[in-house]
């Protein structure tokens, strides 16, 4: 016999690739529920993370942008009513949330000059809070996906080798043919759950320290916005 035919007849090809959905559609229903839950977790988490991608890089240019206006020397009432008419966000909003109270104070009664920086301050901390707000809702989600995503998928695991088990005992055959393509399903849940949270984790890291960054810059604004609004009242006073 020819030793090519004898090697050739040996060597078989050992596995085939299986396709995600055939191991979905092969996993228990426990399992399957599971994966499904990670899979519609994952699609909103890059949901929330490509729209809060564009959210925070609209708050870093307009705050660039206002600054650069604020501090060119533009009269700070043109500066508002320019503002005014059109939404604005960041840096912008609590400018013109700050000049809005400051207007009302002084129109309305030019003798309670003493409460108006005190208005203002409110008024801005107010502003900053519901900035901060809107920038990061929906981040609680991605937190929540990266600290419980992989123990779902854990969860679909073990009961996916807890049911292969049961089939093992019921057929009393042990060979790896049998055990592969279960336990294979099994570990499928915890991939899904690690590709849930993987990115939820690393972005929901990158926003944190986004949105701590754009805070700073709220607060520093807010700060020097105050003095200015300080200087005027003395100015106003003598």
């Not at 396709?19 to 559609?25: A, C, D, K, N, P």
């Not at 700070?76 to 008419?85: G, I, K, M, T, V």
């Not at 679909?156 to 080798?161: A, K, Q």
Request: charged residues 20%; negative net charge.
């Amino acid at each position: 016999m020819d030793p090519t035919d004898l090697t050739a007849t040996n060597i078989a090809p050992a596995s085939h690739g299986v396709s995600f959905v055939e191991l979905f559609l092969a996993a228990s229903p426990v399992v399957q529920l599971v994966m499904f839950g990670l899979l519609l977790a994952s699609i909103w988490s890059w949901a929330i993370i490509i729209e809060k991608i564009f959210a925070f890089r609209r708050a870093r240019l307009e705050a660039d942008q206002f600054e650069q206006t604020f501090w060119s020397g533009q009269s700070l009432d043109e500066l508002y009513n320019s503002l005014a008419r059109s939404p604005t966000i960041a840096v912008a909003a609590l400018f013109v949330a700050a000049m809005r109270e400051w207007k009302r104070s002084v129109e309305g009664d030019i003798r309670a000059l003493g409460g108006i920086q005190l208005r203002v301050e409110k008024v801005m901390d107010v502003t900053i809070s519901r900035e901060m707000e809107r920038l990061d809702r929906r981040l609680l989600f991605l937190a929540t996906v990266g600290s419980t995503a992989p123990f779902v998928g854990l969860f679909g695991t073990v009961w996916g080798i807890m049911t292969s088990f049961q089939a093992i005992a019921v057929s009393k055959n042990t060979s790896l043919a049998v055990v592969a393509p279960g336990i294979a399903e099994a570990l499928f849940a915890t991939a899904l759950g690690l590709m849930a949270a993987i990115p939820a984790v690393v972005f929901y890291n990158k926003f944190s320290a986004d949105s701590a960054q754009i805070s700073q810059r709220l607060e520093a604004f807010a700060d020097e916005f105050a003095a200015i609004v300080s200087r005027q009242i003395d100015a106003r006073g003598q």
